[in-house]
């Protein structure tokens, strides 16, 4: 079993920035993949960013690319979201999740409760 537990959120205005991080314990020899989801308010959870769990390999949805960091330090249960140049659109409840299948955009088996992030005018 893996534990997930984020940290980092809170207000921030637009074109700021805020960096959010997830701690993963127990079971953490069983991830290939960890990374992030957000759910804005009567939207559907989507993907945002994730890393191979040996921190070689980024994927990024296009909406953030080029404003987002994903990072994670080879032998270290620290993964890191830098988030640049923040949007309104980037408002939601973003989430720490973590896989142990082979496909970064398959089904993630632990998540964490979340953290809320939100952008003002």
């Known amino acids: 079993q893996v534990h997930l537990v984020e940290s980092g959120g809170g207000l921030v205005q637009a074109g700021g920035s805020l960096r959010l991080s997830c701690v993963a314990s127990?079971?953490?020899?069983?991830?290939?993949?960890i990374g992030w989801f957000r759910q804005a308010p009567g939207k559907e959870r989507e993907f945002v960013a994730a890393?191979?769990?040996?921190?070689?390999?980024?994927y990024y949805a296009g909406s953030v690319k080029g404003r987002f960091t994903i990072s994670k330090d080879y032998g270290e249960n620290t993964m890191n979201l830098q988030m640049n140049s923040l949007k309104l659109e980037d408002t939601a409840v973003y989430h720490c999740?973590?896989?142990?299948?082979?496909?970064?955009?398959?089904?993630?088996?632990?998540w964490g409760q979340g953290t809320q992030v939100t952008v003002s005018s």
């Open positions: 127990g079971g953490t020899f069983s991830i290939n993949y």
């Open positions: 890393i191979s769990w040996g921190g070689a390999s980024t």
């Open positions: 999740a973590a896989t142990s299948g082979i496909q970064v955009l398959g089904e993630y088996n632990y």
